[in-house]
């Protein structure tokens, strides 16, 4: 069978960058975790950080994940490596897509778990060195009121990999009741998969 995915990302699959060998041998400032073992795949993060300079100085991470979720976690370590701890929060998987060239539209989602993890670890280091001022406190708007599903609930299932409004409904259970939501529920769909996803 021909290989589905780009050399680049490949090469990040086969030769990943930055593995964590030792958890209890690395010395680190910022530990992130997110995913579930029992339910796919899971991510692990931690970070040294030049306190000085506000930057990452170095990255390991470790994964139960396909390809795509590897190589997306191998290239997004040597990104954040020298860049500022603010500019690191806010990657996107579509940088890494970037990054990358591209994945196949059915292993996008695999993407989000290292810069989920990033962000965990970054806010993980910020509770350790005493700097919970500048972990980011997200505001998050109910978009369905019959079922209490946010617009952060809605990011995070395209994320996940959700493309169409049937989709979102499956994931969230939103709009199954009066159906007054659609309407917001699919502009945000639309927004979210722009946002992460497209290209430019």
């Known amino acids: ?8 990302v490949k090469d990040h699959f086969v030769n990943p960058r930055n593995i964590l060998k030792d958890e209890e041998e690395y010395k680190y400032d910022g530990r992130g975790m997110v995913g579930n073992i029992k339910c796919g795949d899971q991510m692990l993060m931690l970070i040294k950080v030049d306190p000085e ?11 139960y994940g396909c390809a795509s979720a590897i190589a997306s976690t191998s290239v997004l370590s040597e990104m954040v490596i020298g860049m500022k701890l603010d500019d690191a929060y806010r990657i996107s998987p579509k940088e890494i897509m970037e990054k990358l060239g591209e994945l196949p539209e ?19 280091y910020y509770r350790r060195s005493g700097k919970e001022n500048l972990i980011e406190k997200e505001e998050v ?5 019959c079922m209490n599903v946010t617009d952060r609930e809605i ?6 990999g959700v493309k169409t409004y049937l989709e979102l409904q499956e994931r969230t259970k939103l709009g199954t009741v009066c159906g007054q939501c659609k309407e917001e529920a699919t502009r945000l769909l639309a927004e979210y998969r722009e946002k992460h996803f497209t290209a430019g």
Do not use: F, P
């Open 1 to 8: 069978m021909d290989w589905a995915y780009t050399d680049k």
């Open 53 to 63: 300079k506000g930057t990452i100085k170095d990255c390991k991470w470790k994964t």
């Open 106 to 124: 059915h292993k996008i989602h695999c993407s989000v778990l290292g810069d989920k993890a990033l962000r965990e670890a970054i806010n993980d």
């Open 141 to 145: 708007r109910i978009v369905c009121q």
């Open 155 to 160: 990011e995070d299932a395209v994320l996940e």
